[in-house]
Nanobody, 120 residues
Framework: QVHLVESGGGLAQAGGSLRLSCTAS????????MGWFRQAPGIEQELVAT???????FYGDSVKGRFTISRDNAKNTLYLQMNSLKSEDAGVYYC??????????????WGQGTQVTVSS
C-alpha cells in the first residue's frame, strides 16, 4: 500500500507562484511514474504533468512553459512549481503514482488533493 500526501496549495494572485509537494510512503516500487492532475468544478479532470523515475516529463498544453514538475527519488517526493498562475489554474490538485509489477499488473494511487485558488 502507498500513501500520498500533498501540501503547498493555497491562495495566489494571478501572475504569482505556488509550489506543491507530494510525499509518498509505503511499498513504492520502481520504476514508477508520478504526476499531478487537477479538478475544477464543472470541468473534467485534467492531467497537469507527469514524470518518470528517470526524469522524463510530460506537460499538459495549458501549463507548458509555466509549470515545472520534478521529483526527488531519495525522498520519495514529487514537486510542482507553478509560475505565472492564471485563474484557470485554480482547482484541486491531486498527486498520482503508478507502477507495474511483472505478473501482477499495474497499481496506481492518489493523494487526497490540495486546493489551489488564484485571485485576479
Amino acid at each position: 500500500q502507498v500513501h500520498l500526501v500533498e501540501s503547498g496549495g493555497g491562495l495566489a494572485q494571478a501572475g504569482g507562484s505556488l509550489r506543491l509537494s507530494c510525499t509518498a510512503s509505503g511499498n513504492i516500487f520502481t520504476p514508477s511514474t508520478m504526476g499531478w492532475f487537477r479538478q475544477a468544478p464543472g470541468i473534467e479532470q485534467e492531467l497537469v504533468a507527469t514524470i518518470s523515475s528517470n526524469g522524463n516529463t510530460f506537460y499538459g498544453d495549458s501549463v507548458k512553459g509555466r509549470f515545472t514538475i520534478s521529483r526527488d527519488n531519495a525522498k520519495n517526493t514529487l514537486y510542482l512549481q507553478m509560475n505565472s498562475l492564471k485563474s484557470e489554474d485554480a482547482g484541486v490538485y491531486y498527486c498520482h503514482l503508478e507502477y507495474e509489477l511483472p505478473s501482477y499488473g499495474a497499481y496506481d494511487y492518489w493523494g487526497q488533493g490540495t486546493q489551489v485558488t488564484v485571485s485576479s
